[in-house]
């Protein structure tokens, strides 16, 4: 079980925010995503940073990225681009290193996870005591758009099958729009073996394994704006191939 945290007078320390965003090839989608989350933190007066892992974009996204960096001021904006394609769980693992936030949110550049739904994260998150807060399609309040009857059957399957299989206690174990408390992140981050799509899941699981508080908050999800989606049979195969390998070690 996770350790229960122990009573203090000392002064707690600013809270602050960090956003991992991994991009590749969201040239057109970053500077209206970090427009948002700028909105989004200053209107609710948090501080944050958040920080882009792009994977040697061929369609110029870290320019793009070192523009808004120039805009909104390196303290705000942090670059840690890699020399090629190196698997989204890798990508979090380097962002998570260079984080300085006291709390670390997981998220999508492609707008299908909206930054309007962080302050109810944030608020959920103090008002439960949450070590993760994350988002799911599929409670009331949640849901999907943009996506064909195909795309929908995909994703309920894998999270029908990896429920069956792993049984987590969580409703949506393929989302990956999530808040951390960043030390919580960095001990779960630690004993996850997978590398890609299977990334996520295997998080999740772990994290309830090690008995972190999980909550869930509705979020609707809407298909990429721009460009296209990178999920193909491999992911799919690889992800069956996750859940069974949990299963077994877990």
């Known amino acids: 079980m996770a350790p229960k945290s122990k009573t203090s007078t000392a002064v707690t320390p600013k809270e602050k925010y960090t956003v991992i965003l991994p991009t590749y090839n969201e040239r057109r989608n970053l500077p209206i995503i970090i427009w948002l989350l700028n909105k989004t933190f200053t209107e609710n007066s948090l501080d944050y940073e958040i920080i882009i892992v792009d994977d040697a974009s061929p369609d110029g996204t870290l320019e793009i990225a070192q523009q808004l960096q120039k805009l909104y001021g390196p303290s705000h904006i942090v670059l840690k681009p890699r020399a090629g394609k190196l698997g989204l769980g890798t990508a979090y693992v380097h962002g998570l ?26 608020a959920l998150q103090k008002s439960t005591g949450a070590d993760i807060v994350t988002g799911t399609r599929y409670c009331q309040g949640g849901g999907v758009y ?12 894998a999270n029908l099958f990896a429920d069956t299989v792993l049984r987590p206690g969580v409703s949506d174990l393929t989302g990956s729009y999530r808040l951390y408390k960043r030390q919580v992140l960095e001990r779960v981050v630690r004993e996850t073996e997978s590398k890609g799509y299977t990334f996520q899941m295997e998080m999740m699981v772990r994290a309830k394994a090690m008995g972190w508080r999980v909550v869930e908050c509705p979020i609707r999800f809407v298909d990429r704006v721009y460009g296209e989606s990178k999920l193909g049979g491999d992911e799919i195969v690889e992800y069956a191939k996750g859940v069974l390998n949990l299963w077994l070690k877990v």
């Open 97 to 122: 290193a260079h984080a300085t936030g006291t709390f670390v949110i997981i998220m999508d550049a492609d707008f299908s996870h909206h930054p309007s739904s962080l302050p109810r994260f944030i």
């Open 146 to 157: 943009g996506w064909d009857l195909k795309r929908k059957l995909v994703s309920r399957g």
